[in-house]
Structure formats: C-alpha cells, structure tokens
C-alpha cells in the first residue's frame, strides 16, 4: 500500500533478541487504586512487578487482553493497569453536574472526541462536560500512569486491546486507511486480527525486523480534515509522550477475543524493546498541541494496597 507519510531518516533499533524476556525476579504487589472522573469514583487494579513496560487496559470487556496483560506482568515484569468497576463492559458510567453519562474510556483523553458523541458518549455532553472529563482523563495519566512508567523504567506504554474475527479492526482493515503510514505483515504473524500499532518509527521497526508479529504504523498528528477522536493513541505522542526527560512510546497490542498465544508473544516482543525511541513531532498541517501530561491538573487518587487529498481518515483501533 502506498504511505501516507514517508517515514523519517532516524536511527535503526537494534536486532530483536530471539529468546523472550527473563522472568521477573521479584514478588509481584497487588491492589487497587481509585481515581476520579467527574463525580464519580473509578477503582483501578494495579500489579507491580519490578522494571519493565506499563500495560494499560481501558476497556473491562476485553478480558483477554485483562488476563494475558496481567499474567505477563506477574511472569516477566512491569506494571499492569486497567478500570474495574465489576462490569465486564466497555464503557464506564460516570456522573457529572447530577447527570450519567456512558462514556467509552478511550475516547476521553481530548474533549473534542466527546463532543463528536456517537460511541464515545452518551448523551451528548455540553462543552463543559467535555472539557471536565477530558481534563480528569488526562490528569489520570499524569498522577497514576505517568508515576507508574517512572518506577518501572518502561520502555513503552502498552495498550491493550481486544477486537472481534474478520472485522474493521483487522490488517484488511486498516491497509490504505489514511492514518496508516506504514503496515507489515509478518512472516509468521499468524491471524490478521492480531497486530501491534505504534507511531513511533523505531518500535515499528524492531517489531518488523523480528517478522513474528503484524504491524503498523500510524500517522503521527492530526492532518487538515483530521478530527480528534479522543483516544490515548492520538493523545500520547510528542510533547507528551515525554516522561522524566525521556520518551515513552504508545504501543497498541490487539488481539483477537481468546487469541491468548498471540498477544502474549506481542507482550513479550515489546517488552524488548530497548527505549532508543526518536519520537517525532506530530506531521501535516492542522494538527493541534496538547499541554503536556507534566502540566495536566491532578486527579485525586488514593491508594489501598492489597499486597493533500486522501480517503478520509477512520477511527485507528486504540
């Protein structure tokens, strides 16, 4: 397919080591935090095991993801992440000014994604709605995920998904969409449901060399004619992906629902990554600056340990 962004010259990652990461040497802690969105309290599971990548899971109905996210944790490392309201749902029900709202947590991050409405919420919210939710999203980031990619040393910050057989989310799916600039079938990667999407260059590139796992690169910014969908994919890049000095790339591992080997050798592929990243700067005219996630206000969360012209553009799965 032709790209619609021809890559930047930046350095090459290094060579993919061919054995899978070490198990993690230390005793895994576990427990829950809560965070607030809007007016209501969000709890958030947390395990912690030592250096590696942060693994976050938005969405409680992807119970794959849930379950390969939080084994790869306790075996080689890191720290998982992901809301858990006891609903194996994917939206959250949060409350603001007296009124519910259904709310897909990861169309949250830019109020511009909520005021589009549709699968993002429900009803539609008011400009200000938006803007408080948007806010407590991003402060979310800042005082639990961003704290959290620090102690562990990550190299990425690994979204996890899961999506359903032979549909939009898919390699077919996305090859010649126009937020894909680059896309790379393995090998031997297997299903074309199962694929990791970054848009950073050199975590591509080290998952295309290894010709284990699909892959894809996603445009960098929002373009002219672009609309923000409020994702984090869309949120965590230039100025704040920057964390403690350093850059932390978004990696999005999808799997297909019960494709449990897959997304664990995904897991385990990132998880060498070694963190060279040269984050570009957001492409194309008409993309927007977002504060950085060191300047976000902070949400309250408290602790309790328990041990040109193109096709249109098309919601990229994050």
């Known amino acids: 397919m032709s790209a619609a962004v021809a890559p930047?010259?930046?350095?090459?990652?290094?060579?993919?080591?061919?054995?899978?990461?070490?198990?993690?040497?230390?005793?895994?802690?576990?427990?829950?935090?809560?965070?607030?969105?809007?007016?209501?309290?969000?709890?958030?599971?947390?395990?912690?095991?030592?250096?590696?990548?942060?693994?976050?899971?938005?969405?409680?109905?992807?119970?794959?993801?849930?379950?390969?996210?939080?084994?790869?944790?306790?075996?080689?490392?890191?720290?998982?992440?992901?809301?858990?309201?006891?609903?194996?749902?994917?939206?959250?029900?949060?409350?603001?000014?007296?009124?519910?709202?259904?709310?897909?947590?990861?169309?949250?991050?830019?109020?511009?994604?909520?005021?589009?409405?549709?699968?993002?919420?429900?009803?539609?919210?008011?400009?200000a709605v938006a803007e408080r939710l948007a806010a407590d999203a991003r402060a979310f980031l800042k005082t639990v995920v961003v704290p959290e990619l620090v102690k562990a040393k990550a190299s990425a910050l690994v979204a996890l998904h899961n999506n359903h057989d032979g549909g939009a989310v898919s390699l077919a799916g996305l090859d010649g969409d126009a937020t894909v600039a680059q896309l790379h079938r393995a090998t031997h990667g297997g299903d074309h449901d199962d694929f990791v999407l970054t848009p950073d260059q050199l975590l591509f590139d080290h998952v295309r060399h290894a010709d284990t796992v699909h892959a894809v690169r996603e445009r960098q910014g929002l373009a002219e004619g672009d609309e923000a969908d409020g994702s984090l994919s869309q949120y965590w890049q230039g100025a704040n992906a920057k964390v403690g000095g350093r850059v932390v790339p978004y990696v999005n591992s999808e799997a297909q629902h019960e494709h449990t080997s897959a997304q664990r050798r995904q897991l385990e592929l990132v998880q060498t990554f070694a963190g060279t990243s040269a984050f570009a700067q957001p492409q194309g005219q008409g993309s927007q600056a977002t504060p950085s996630a060191s300047t976000q206000a902070p949400a309250r969360p408290t602790e309790s340990s328990a041990s040109s012209q193109r096709p249109a553009a098309a919601a990229l799965p994050n």
């Open 8 to 127: 930047q010259t930046r350095p090459q990652s290094t060579p993919v080591p061919s054995a899978p990461p070490a198990a993690a040497p230390s005793r895994p802690e576990s427990g829950r935090l809560s965070v607030r969105l809007g007016d209501s309290t969000v709890p958030v599971v947390f395990v912690r095991n030592g250096p590696g990548n942060v693994l976050l899971n938005l969405h409680q109905d992807e119970v794959t993801s849930r379950r390969v996210g939080e084994a790869h944790v306790r075996r080689v490392g890191g720290t998982y992440l992901a809301f858990d309201t006891g609903a194996a749902t994917r939206h959250l029900k949060l409350k603001v000014a007296g009124r519910t709202y259904t709310v897909d947590p990861n169309r949250m991050f830019d109020k511009r994604g909520l005021l589009a409405g549709g699968q993002a919420i429900s009803p539609k919210p008011s400009a």
